[in-house]
């Protein structure tokens, strides 16, 4: 479903990612975890399009079709969710504004018509109840005033109302306390299908208490180093990433 | 010493041959006739202004009219009677007074149709009560107009509706329009006054309006004006406002149209504790210019004055803001904060902002900023990497950028309508 293939990507002449495989299956969660600088939120970025980095070498497949290519919002409508790290405050744009923008944007590019008002208003309501999202937050401008615990909820809503194929979630669990990490890992885990997968960036172990993966790749210094299950989550946070640094260094 | 003899442009000479013209069909004696004379001896004696005289250094109109067109005739029968003209903005339910090549039109418009409090009329005297002919643009004005169309809202009346005084050329070809309305709020009046400008697209007009404002004490005005002239228009126009004691008033322009705009403002507190909000947006792209200039005069105390104007500049276009706040020695308390944007959206878009103070009391607060920018590339990346294409996230980005200037506009339908004006603006900018 998303392959990458030996990718190495840079950032101002300075190189992030050093030969990055992985393969996510559908219905697979695979988690990334690693220590800060290894190159997590690049991958995430460079996945997802940002400009700011140039891709020298590797492939990032989405079922089978490479898509470095492609502009970010040709990704999104292919099915591909990036949920930020850091999600951006845009004065002046109404929540509400941006979702159908958003939602009729990638249906158009995928032939179909738009949704109507009716059905939209009832999509985006079921959601953003189940997120503890109120009415008056949908009434603001797009993230404004937000908390960080709610910015990273209405990330989740996004991801809910659009319905992508494959969910990148770079450090979603940063910021949030335990309430807010249980809301969100929920409102993931109640996403989770036979044809959808997951691809998610943490630091800690304790977002997959919460969202129990299938797979656990650790990064260092811009490569996997190691790859393994569920249980190789709770090894790091028991003995560290130094042993993967010192791997990643041979 | 030896006399100067000006060399006159080939324009300036047309402008005074037109007033000669013009003179022999207007009445031969009288004020009217002593101050249009007047304000052309102040326009000879300058000629157009250059990019030496301050104000005009980013417009150098003495360069940029090179032709001056022939005043336009009296207009087509029935052309004011058009249900099309003014209703771009949609239906406001509005009393309208339509003014064709710069002559009040019978019909739909007509005084008679304005509520009780308020009265129409058309003046023979020029003369100007908040500009001054100093200006030579004011000047033209004031010698070519050939009405003064004068509005006056009595003392105390709260006009319901708002009044659309709706500008319109009907032009076949090249012509110029000369033409002054003059808006008069008695005390505790409120009014809320929109002005449009039509012209065709297909045809290089030119216009020149000056428009007088005066609110008395504790009335309160709202003011839009829209600048939808034609592709190839060139467009001087000229705002007064003065402001009594306790009285208020929003002025927003929104800019659309034209080859060649300037637009100038003169705001005078006249009287104490008044408060005054400016704001524009304006919108370029091809190779057009557009220069909005103004000066809020501070001249009594404890007056309060925000301007707040936003230009998006796309392909080759120029813009130019210059905004001056004057603050005169016993205007003490004053408080004035003036803001200008710009948003580059092109390489090869340029923008000139010149934001002054001129302080001379000591208890004040005031304060002025400019920015020029791009969009910001996290928030494009953030809004393309939920599905929405390059331009349209532009466009979204852009719209929230210059809506906040028309956010004062308290009428809905009318905010709405210049909102409309914003979307249809990055709906062309988006199919190119």
Redesign the interface.
């Known amino acids: 479903m998303l392959e990458i293939r030996n990718l190495h990507a840079e950032i101002e002449g300075k190189p992030i990612l050093k030969g990055v495989s992985l393969t996510v299956k559908p219905g697979e969660v695979a988690a990334i975890m690693g220590p800060n600088g290894s190159g997590k939120s690049t991958l995430s970025y460079v996945i997802?399009?940002?400009?700011?980095y140039e891709v020298t070498q590797g492939e990032v497949l989405l079922d089978g079709e490479d898509v470095l290519a492609l502009?970010?919002?040709e990704?999104?409508?292919k099915g591909l969710?990036?949920a930020?790290q850091y999600?951006?405050e845009?004065?002046?744009?109404a929540t509400m504004?941006?979702l159908k923008?958003?939602?009729n944007?990638?249906r158009k590019?995928r032939g179909e018509d738009e949704i109507s008002p009716g059905d939209f208003i009832r999509s985006v309501n079921r959601v953003a109840d189940g997120l503890g999202i109120s009415k008056e937050m949908l009434r603001r401008?797009l993230n404004v005033g937000f908390s960080g615990g709610e910015k990273k909820r209405m990330e989740i809503l996004?991801m809910a109302l659009?319905e992508p194929r494959i969910c990148v979630l770079d450090e979603t669990d940063s910021g949030l306390d335990i309430d807010a990490l249980r809301i969100v890992a929920d409102g993931v885990n109640a996403l989770r299908a036979k044809n959808r997968a997951f691809l998610v960036i943490t630091h800690y172990q304790r977002l997959l208490s919460h969202i129990v993966p299938d797979t656990v790749h650790v990064m260092a210094d811009g490569r996997i180093v190691t790859t393994g299950g569920a249980e190789l989550a709770h090894e790091l946070e028991a003995k560290g990433y130094a042993d993967f640094a010192s791997l990643a260094a041979q | 010493m030896t006399a100067l003899t000006p060399v006159r442009t080939k324009a300036e000479t047309a402008l005074m041959a037109q007033f000669e013209a013009l003179r022999r069909e207007l009445p031969k004696k009288g004020a009217a006739l002593a101050a249009r004379q007047g304000a052309m001896a102040a326009f000879a004696a300058t000629g157009l202004p250059h990019r030496r005289i301050e104000a005009y250094h980013y417009t150098d109109l003495r360069n940029l009219l090179r032709e001056a067109a022939p005043l336009a005739a009296a207009p087509t029968p029935g052309v004011g009677e058009s249900v099309e003209a003014g209703r771009f903005l949609g239906d406001l339910g509005a009393h309208e007074i339509i003014i064709v090549n710069g002559r009040a039109m019978a019909g739909p418009g007509e005084g008679s149709a304005l509520p009780p409090g308020v009265t129409f009329a058309v003046a023979a005297d020029p003369t100007p009560i908040i500009l001054d002919v100093s200006d030579a643009v004011v000047a033209l004005n004031t010698a070519l107009a050939r009405e003064t169309v004068t509005l006056k809202v009595k003392k105390g009346v709260a006009v319901d509706r708002p009044v659309h005084v709706v500008f319109i050329q009907d032009a076949a070809a090249a012509q110029a329009v000369f033409a002054r309305l003059r808006v008069e709020v008695a005390e505790g009046a409120r009014l809320t006054l929109l002005e449009t400008h039509e012209a065709p697209n297909a045809v290089a007009t030119q216009s020149n309006i000056g428009v007088e404002i005066a609110v008395g004490d504790g009335a309160h005005v709202e003011h839009v004006r829209v600048n939808a002239e034609g592709e190839q228009a060139l467009t001087l126009s000229s705002l007064g406002l003065s402001l009594g004691r306790s009285a208020s008033a929003l002025s927003v322009n929104l800019a659309t149209g034209s080859a060649l705009a300037r637009h100038q403002i003169l705001a005078r507190f006249a009287g104490e504790e008044a408060k005054l909000t400016l704001a524009g947006v304006t919108m370029l792209d091809g190779a057009r210019h557009s220069d909005t200039t103004l000066v809020v005069d501070h001249a009594v105390p404890g007056g309060q004055s925000r301007e707040l104007f936003k230009t998006a500049v796309d392909d080759r276009a120029v813009g130019v803001f210059q905004g001056k706040i004057i603050v005169r020695p016993h205007a003490q308390k004053t408080d004035g904060k003036m803001m200008s944007a710009a948003l580059l959206l092109s390489e090869d878009a340029a923008m000139s902002n010149k934001p002054e103070l001129e302080i001379f009391a000591d208890d004040v607060q005031c304060g002025h900023g400019a920015t020029c920018g791009t969009l910001d590339d996290n928030l494009l990346f953030y809004l393309m990497a939920r599905g929405i294409p390059r331009r349209e996230a532009q466009a979204l980005l852009i719209r929230s950028f210059l809506a906040e200037a028309i956010q004062d506009v308290s009428l809905e339908g009318l905010r709405e309508g210049l909102g409309g004006l914003i979307d249809a603006w990055l709906r062309r900018r988006g199919t190119r």
């Open positions: 997802a399009g940002k400009q700011d502009e970010p919002d990704r999104a409508a969710f990036l930020f999600p951006l845009i004065p002046g744009v504004t941006f923008a958003a939602l944007a990638q590019k401008a996004q659009l």
